[in-house]
């Protein structure tokens, strides 16, 4: 049972509001912020700004340091701190030094690096540590579902992001798909893009829309990997995707039934080519996932179409889906439904959202649902 007060809750509470400033910014590490509080008194404040860079904690105890000595003070931070040497060296060792009495998180770090191991190196030093519970770690845990996913399994989280009807289609009979949603979604989704690792389509999809996948909105400080799902290596090489690369990185994720030449030569043209194993599509996508992951993929966004949609839904690997849900109409027995596959048989075996938002962008009406926590 956690013993934080409700000053304790509202500093951790700053601690992830300043966490977020870094998101797409700080792949493939997770986003974490923190700050230095005496006397009730803010002493100073950070957050992991980019992939490198120094960490969060790091960052508030030099803010604080600059106006004096912080000794004594209590540090609080959105994510246990790292005891480990990477591209920094441990934040626990900052932490020791500056004379820190009090050490408050948010959540926990699960990869194996860390998994407590941080807290615990505070404690044998004498810092007393307290960790949140409750709603307070759920915030903290939710904003780094990516980190933890790939922490724990080695595959990247999956957004699942589509635009439908009222009726629940994605096209119409004749496959024509633009635009369902507003203007003010499109954009949104491209903010999705730009905040994710990689977004991903179906080889139906880059054929019939010649897409670009990348993101176009102002202020942009990270362009996505872009992901085509095509077993027989069929992406034409004149494409806006592969003519991108390798400036704008492409990756093609093939089956073992694509020709060598047609590998070759999108590996030439500046793909990376991945082949996935398997008996049947769903393996395939958890095959691709383990080697995207090992490559470093925290995140994917996924935008269909409904045949690779589904896929991913039969393999069991969409961790949050995003509907547009616009106010059209369209009919037909042959319009396309948002997830295809194999499906489930009986609706006891349907996959239960465990929360369900929904927000009004423009003339679109935005659901967003939960599938896993991390």
């Known amino acids: 049972m956690s013993t934080l007060t409700a000053a304790d809750n509202d500093h951790l509470g700053r601690c992830i509001e300043l966490a977020e400033f870094g998101l797409g910014r700080v792949h493939p590490n997770p986003m974490v912020g923190a700050l230095l509080v005496r006397d009730e008194k803010v002493l100073g404040e950070g957050w992991h700004e980019e992939c490198g860079g120094p960490h969060a904690e790091v960052h508030a105890i030099a803010a604080a340091s600059a ?29 020791i030094a500056a004379g820190i009495a009090r050490v408050v998180v948010g959540s926990d770090d699960p ?15 004498g810092i007393e540590v307290d960790v949140a519970d409750g709603e307070l770690a759920a915030r903290a845990r939710l904003i780094n579902q990516a980190f933890r996913k790939h922490a724990r399994s080695g595959r990247p989280w999956v957004l699942f992001k589509s635009a439908m009807t009222l009726d629940g289609k994605v096209a119409t009979r004749t496959g024509d798909s633009q635009w369902i949603s507003d203007e003010s979604s499109r954009a949104r989704a491209h903010r999705w ?5 990689a977004v991903a389509v179906g080889i139906g999809t880059a054929l019939a829309d010649d897409p670009q ?9 990270h362009q996505p990997r872009r992901i085509v799902f095509d077993s027989t290596a069929r992406l034409p090489l004149d494409s806006q995707l592969v003519r991108a690369a390798p400036e704008a990185a492409l990756t093609v994720v093939v089956s073992r039934a694509a020709r060598r030449s047609a590998m070759e ?5 500046g793909a990376d080519v991945l082949v996935a194993t398997g008996e049947n599509e769903p393996a395939r996508v958890r095959s691709a996932l383990d080697q995207l992951g090992a490559k470093g993929i925290t995140s994917i966004l996924l935008e269909g179409g409904p045949h690779l949609a589904g896929t991913f839904l039969d393999a069991g690997e969409i961790d949050e889906v995003r509907l547009f849900l616009a106010p059209l109409l369209l009919g037909g027995r042959a319009a396309r439904d948002p997830l295809e596959g194999e499906g489930v048989e009986r609706i ?3 996959l239960r959202a465990l929360t369900l938002d929904c927000e009004r ?14």
């Open 348 to 350: 006891a075996e349907a």
């Open 67 to 95: 106006a004096g000595d912080v000794s004594g003070a209590t540090l609080y931070v959105s994510m246990e701190p790292c005891c480990h040497h990477g591209k920094t060296p441990p934040c626990t060792d900052a932490i």
């Open 265 to 269: 030569a999108l590996a030439m043209a």
């Open 213 to 221: 996948l990348t993101s176009r909105v102002e202020s942009v400080h």
């Open 193 to 197: 893009r730009a905040s994710l690792d």
């Open 361 to 374: 962008v423009a003339d679109d009406l935005l659901i967003s649902a939960r599938l896993r926590e991390w």
């Open 111 to 125: 990869s194996a690096k860390a998994a407590g191991r941080g807290l615990g190196i505070l404690r044998d030093e």
